[in-house]
C-alpha cells in the first residue's frame, strides 16, 4: 500500500527519490495476532532518521491506522514501513514536486527464526566490509548495498548469517542483527558511532540489562575480542534475541546470559 499527502496511491512514479537514490528510511516492527509491538520505539526511530535526512514526518496517527488494517493477525507477523522522500526532477537536489511518500507492507514470520532462537545460528565472517559513515550511521537509510552484497556472500554457503567488520577490522554487526557477547559476566556491543544500524531491539536488550544489573559496554572492538567470548547472541525486531551456536568452525555454547535476557523480553 502507498500513500502521499494522505491519498492512497496505486504506483510509486519512476522519479521517486527512494527508487532513484535510495533517499528516505525504513523500519520493520513485530506483530502478535496482529498486536503492533514496540510502536512508539519505531516512530522514535524513524524520526531520528527523518530528521538526519531532512525528511518530513508523516501522519504517524495515519501509519498506525494503515498498519493496523494490513497487519496479519497469525501468532507472529512482520510489518515494513518505507519512507521515500518523494519524487522529484532529475539529479540529486532534495527538492521534490510531492511527497514523502509512505509504503507499508505485511510478511509472514520467518519459521526459522523459531529454531534459530532455541538453538543457535551459525555465522560466517564476511569479505564485504562496512565503510565509515558517522553522518549516517545508526540509521536504518533506504540505501543497503552492503548489506546486499554480504548476504550474496552468505548465500553461497551453509552458515546462516554474516559478521560484518568495518574498514578499520573492528565488528560492528551482522548482516541482520545487531550483535552482543559476554565475557566474565559483562556485556559488550559495538558502538554505531561510524557505522551499522541501532536496532529497536538493540536498545531494548541494553535496557534488559540494566534491569537484569549486567553491565554492559560499547565500544570499537576487534574481533579476537569477540571470538574470546563466552557466549555471543544477536537481536532484531523480528527475530527476537538468538545465540550465536558457532562462528566459522568455532563452536560456542549457548549461556546463561542469553537465555536470561531472552526470558525477560518475552515476559514484557
Known amino acids: 500500500m502507498f500513500w502521499r499527502d494522505g491519498e492512497i496511491i496505486e504506483k510509486v512514479s519512476v522519479s521517486d527519490r527512494s527508487f532513484q537514490y535510495g533517499d528516505g528510511c525504513f523500519t520493520t516492527i513485530l506483530t502478535k495476532h496482529g498486536n503492533i509491538m514496540l510502536w512508539q520505539k519505531h516512530v522514535a526511530r524513524m524520526n531520528t532518521a527523518l530528521k538526519v535526512l531532512q525528511i518530513p514526518q508523516p501522519n504517524w496517527s495515519v501509519v498506525h491506522e494503515q498498519l493496523t488494517s494490513v497487519a496479519l493477525t497469525t501468532p507472529l507477523a512482520g510489518l515494513k514501513i518505507h519512507v521515500s522522500r518523494g519524487c522529484g526532477g532529475r539529479g540529486y537536489s532534495p527538492s521534490v514536486e510531492s511527497g514523502p511518500i509512505v509504503t507499508i507492507s505485511c510478511f509472514p514470520y520467518p519459521p526459522h527464526y523459531l529454531s534459530w532462537r532455541e538453538e543457535g545460528l551459525s555465522l560466517m565472517l564476511c569479505k564485504t566490509q562496512l565503510g565509515l559513515n558517522p553522518l549516517l550511521a545508526g540509521i536504518k537509510h533506504n540505501n543497503r548495498l552492503e548489506q546486499i552484497l554480504m548476504k550474496a556472500e552468505i548465500e553461497q554457503t551453509r552458515f546462516d548469517d554474516g559478521l560484518a567488520l568495518d574498514l578499520n577490522d573492528n565488528v560492528v554487526e551482522t548482516s541482520m542483527a545487531n550483535v552482543f557477547w559476554v565475557s566474565e559476566g559483562k556485556v559488550y556491543t559495538p558502538t554505531l558511532a561510524n557505522s551499522g544500524v541501532a536496532g529497536v531491539m ?64 518475552d515476559q514484557c
Do not use: M
Open 202 to 265: 538493540r536498545a531494548e536488550v541494553i535496557e534488559a540489562l540494566k534491569h537484569l544489573q549486567i553491565k554492559c559496554y560499547e565500544d570499537e572492538y576487534s574481533l579476537s575480542a569477540l571470538l574470546s567470548a563466552d557466549e555471543i547472541f544477536v537481536s532484531n525486531c523480528i527475530l527476537g534475541v538468538a545465540p550465536v551456536k558457532k562462528i566459522e568452525e568455532a563452536a560456542l555454547p549457548i549461556g546463561r546470559v542469553t537465555r536470561r535476557i531472552q526470558e525477560y523480553l
